[in-house]
C-alpha cells in the first residue's frame, strides 16, 4: 500500500478506483473523473482504413470527456475520416462519434478533436493553424459523456479511426479519457 | 473526535454514519460529490409464476440521488426471471416509483448493467453485456437522471427492488451502487438487510 507522508498526499496519485476504500477522500474526489491517456505516434505509409486501440474497457463506466490534441504534424495530408468507436471484438463497431469521421488533412500541431456531440456526430475538430472555440451554451457543460457497457468475457476497445490513402503520413496525437465507474469494483478504463 | 493519522484520511478513512460533520469542513465539501451506497440482492430457488419485491436500503430525511445503478453480480440462471424489473420506494404506506414497471431482464449476460436515465415514467435502461453498448449521450447533460427524496417522517422508508418470474428455478444477484447527498441534518441512505 501507498503511503502517504505528511506533506506529500495531494501530489501522490490516487490508488486503483478498485482499492480505493468506499466513501474514502479518494473514492469521493474520483467522482470527477480519472484519467486515461494514451499517445499514438504514425510514421509510414498507413492506406486504407486505420483501427488504433486506444484504450481498453471493462464493465460499466461513464465516460465524461474523450479528446486529443496533436503534438507533432509532420505530414497529415492523406489522414481523413477520424472519428472513435468501442468495439468487442465480436460485434460490430458501436460508433461513438460518426463513423463517415472527420478531413484532418490540413491540419496543424496543437490541433484539437474531441466527442462534443452524439454519436451520430463527427468529432470536433478545431485547427490550430488559428485560434478556434466551441461556443457553450449557458449551462451545459461543452462536451457529450456517455455509458460504455463492455461485452461480458471479450476484451473491449476504445478506438481511433482514420483514412490514408498511403502517400505517406507523420504524425502525433496525445488522447484523454476522462471516466467515472458505475460500479466501483467492476469498471475500468485502462490505456492500451 | 475520528483522529486522522498521518498517511490514513485519503485512502482508508471513510466517512461513516454517526460521524459528527462540522460544517464547511473538509469531509463537508467532499461529500458534495456524492457518497456511494452498496448493496446487492440475491435471488437463489424455486420460483412461483408471480411477482416479487426486495427491500435493500432505507432513506431517512431528504435526500439527493445523483446516480443510480445496478448491475448482475450473478446471472447463473435468469430464464424465468427477472421480468418486469423495476424500482420504487415505499414507505410502509404509500409507494413512489423510481421507475416504471418494467425491464425484461431475462436470460441476460452477468455484469449487465441497469441504470435510471429517465425519469420514474420510463423503464430503468439495461444494457445487456451479451455485447458492447452505450448510452449516448447528449452534449452538457449528465447522464443520469437524479431525484430527490424525502422520507416519510416517523415510518421505515425503503427503496425496493421489484420483479416478476414465469415461474421456475432461478439464480442471480443484482448489486446496486447509488450516489447520493444529503439535503438536510438528517438526510442519509443506508443498506438495509431484511431479517432472515
Redesign the interface.
Known sequence: ??????GS?LGLAA?AIAD??????????S??GTLASKSISVTGTPTGAQNVNLFT?V??V?ILRLYGVFSLVTDVSAVTAASFD???G??PA?P?TSAAGEDLSGCSNGSFIGR????GVKVDYLNADQVRIID??V??????????????G?T?YIRFNYTSDGGGAIFKIDFELIWRP???E?GLVEAV | MTVHE??????????KFGMEVAWNS?YDY??R????M?QCVEVIGDTQAAAYSFEFATVWGTIEVL?F???F?NADNTAAAPTKLYYDLYDRTNAVDITLDGTDCTNV?????L?R?DTSLAAVNL?D????????????????APFIVNAKNGAATRMRLHFTSTGGPVDFTV?H?I?WRPLNSSGYLYRYYPPT
Open positions: 500500500m501507498t503511503v502517504h507522508k505528511p498526499l490508488p480505493m476504500v468506499v466513501n474514502s477522500a479518494y473514492c469521493y474526489i467522482q470527477l474497457l464493465g460499466g461513464e468501442l468495439i468487442d465480436t460485434n458501436v461513438i462534443n456531440d452524439q454519436a457553450g451554451a449551462g451545459l457543460d461543452l462536451f457529450a459523456p456517455l455509458v460504455a457497457n463492455a461485452m461480458y471479450e473491449n458505475l460500479i466501483r467492476y | 498521518p498517511g490514513d484520511p485519503f485512502v482508508t478513512l471513510s466517512w473538509f467532499y461529500t460529490a456524492g457518497t456511494v452498496g446516480r445503478w445496478s448491475y453480480w449476460e452477468v455484469a449487465s448493467l441504470g436515465i444494457m453485456s451479451d455485447q458492447a453498448r452505450i448510452v449516448d449521450g447528449a452534449v452538457g447533460l449528465e447522464l443520469s448489486c451502487e450516489v
